[in-house]
Every structure is written in structure tokens, then in C-alpha cells.
């Protein structure tokens, strides 16, 4: 059972285009959204989260949209650029002490050509 | 100061074999967690420390696999009786502390292979 459904798989992006990135969840328990990025041979790292009591958060170039109802969120990276080639995960968790555990989606591989 | 080490880097064993995989966490976080995460695949949960004891073994597969915190700092992963379907990225991540509001930091992970 794949609590949080992530899509596209693969995205290409122009150089200084919008990415946009889609996640939805089933379990209502969940709390508190985070969006990974993982490079190539490394440990996925922390870009942005969100809590469902805000409908946006924005930091830089990266921002997340949350929408409650439906229980959707999503990523998206204004003017990007190549060095964010990478691949990016949403996660959720329900925050709730002992159980912390993040459940993620399976990712979606942006390519930012020059 | 330093982030999340594991060793090895990579570690190639055979079928049946027995493993284990470290974890070092960063200095002073109290949580440690275990995903794997399969080619192409998203990180999942194996199994939550906070401190010395395990929170949340949920995730663990089978009792094939078994991880151990003895003092509070450390983590080893075991594997019993190794099989193809084993092979995966084991990654470790620790927080200040439990809750949603810290940030878990991910090592590098152990990229494991069976033969």
C-alpha cells in the first residue's frame, strides 16, 4: 500500500523554466510534509517542509503548495537552473512521538537542460 | 561539524552470508533512523532509536534483519542470511530529537549487494 503517490517519475525542465512536482497522501494522521533532494551517491537532504495549517511556504526559488481537502501537495522550483538536476522525493509523517518514521514517495528525476 | 557516516561505502557479499552495517550519527542527536531504499524506489522505514531502545521496528522485513543502539550513539544494522532481494541502498538518519519538528539528516548510506 503506497500511502503517498508522488508524480511525474521524470521531468525536463529549460534552463530558467517552473518544475512542478505532485504528491498525494491517503492517510489523514499525517502532519508534516517534507520535500527531499537527493543527488547521485549521496543521502537524500532537506529542502522545504510544510505543516497542512499553511496553505503555502515559500523559501527562495522553491515553494510548496498544500491543499487539505484534497490531500494533495506539491513542489515547485521557479527559474531552475542545472544544478538542480536531481531527484526529489516528498515524504510525510504523522509527527506524532514514537512515530516519526517518514514515508516517502518514489521520487521524480528532474533534468534542468542548459 | 560532521554529518551522518556509514561504513562501508559499499559492501558486496554472497548469498546466506551475514552483515552489518554502521551508522555513526551526529554528535548529540538522540534519533536514529534505518530506510532502504531500492533502485529507482523512495527511502523506507525499517526502524526508529530514540536513545537506546527501539520506538518503532515496524519496517524491519523479517526477523532476518535486526539493528542494535547500545549505547545511545552508534547503530549497527544486521543482516542474517543474506538473499538477492536484500540488495539495496541502507540509509541512516538521526535528528536532534524525536518529533516532526527536527530534521532528520541523512548519511551517504551502504550501497549492499548480494550475490
Known amino acids: 500500500q503506497q500511502q503517498v503517490k508522488q508524480s511525474p517519475q521524470s521531468l525536463i525542465v529549460q534552463k530558467g523554466g517552473i518544475s512542478i512536482i505532485n504528491c498525494a497522501y491517503e492517510?489523514?494522521?499525517?502532519?508534516?510534509f517534507p520535500w527531499y533532494q537527493q543527488f547521485p551517491g549521496k543521502g537524500p537532504a532537506l529542502l522545504i517542509a510544510?505543516?497542512?495549517?499553511?496553505s503555502e511556504k515559500k523559501e527562495g526559488r522553491f515553494t510548496i503548495s498544500f491543499n487539505k481537502s484534497a490531500k494533495q501537495f506539491s513542489l515547485h522550483i521557479m527559474d531552475s537552473q542545472p544544478g538542480d538536476s536531481a531527484t526529489y522525493f516528498c515524504?510525510?509523517?504523522?509527527?506524532?512521538?514514537?512515530?516519526?518514521?517518514?514515508?516517502f514517495g518514489k521520487g521524480t528525476k528532474l533534468t534542468v537542460n542548459p | 561539524g560532521a554529518g551522518v557516516s556509514q561504513t562501508p561505502s559499499n559492501k558486496v557479499t554472497e548469498k546466506g552470508k551475514y552483515v552489518e552495517l554502521r551508522c555513526d550519527p551526529i554528535?548529540?542527536?538522540?534519533?536514529l533512523y534505518w530506510y532502504r531504499q531500492s533502485l529507482g524506489q523512495g527511502p523506507e522505514f525499517l526502524i526508529y532509536?530514540?536513545?537506546?531502545?527501539?520506538?518503532?521496528d515496524s519496517g524491519l522485513p523479517n526477523d532476518r534483519f535486526f539493528a542494535v543502539r547500545p549505547e545511545g550513539s552508534v547503530s549497527t544494522l544486521k543482516i542474517q542470511r543474506t538473499e538477492r532481494g536484500d540488495s539495496a541502498v541502507y540509509l541512516c538518519?538521526?535528528?536532534?530529537?524525536?518529533?516532526?519538528?527536527?530534521?532528520?539528516?541523512f548519511g551517504p548510506g551502504t550501497r549492499l549487494t548480494v550475490l
Open positions: 538518519a538521526s535528528s536532534r530529537t524525536s518529533g516532526s519538528l527536527h530534521e532528520q539528516f
Open positions: 492517510n489523514t494522521a499525517f502532519d508534516y
Open positions: 510544510i505543516r497542512p495549517d499553511v
Open positions: 515524504a510525510a509523517t504523522p509527527g506524532l512521538v514514537g512515530s516519526e518514521k517518514l514515508v
Open positions: 554528535s548529540g542527536h538522540t534519533a
Open positions: 532509536f530514540q536513545g537506546t531502545g527501539a520506538a518503532d
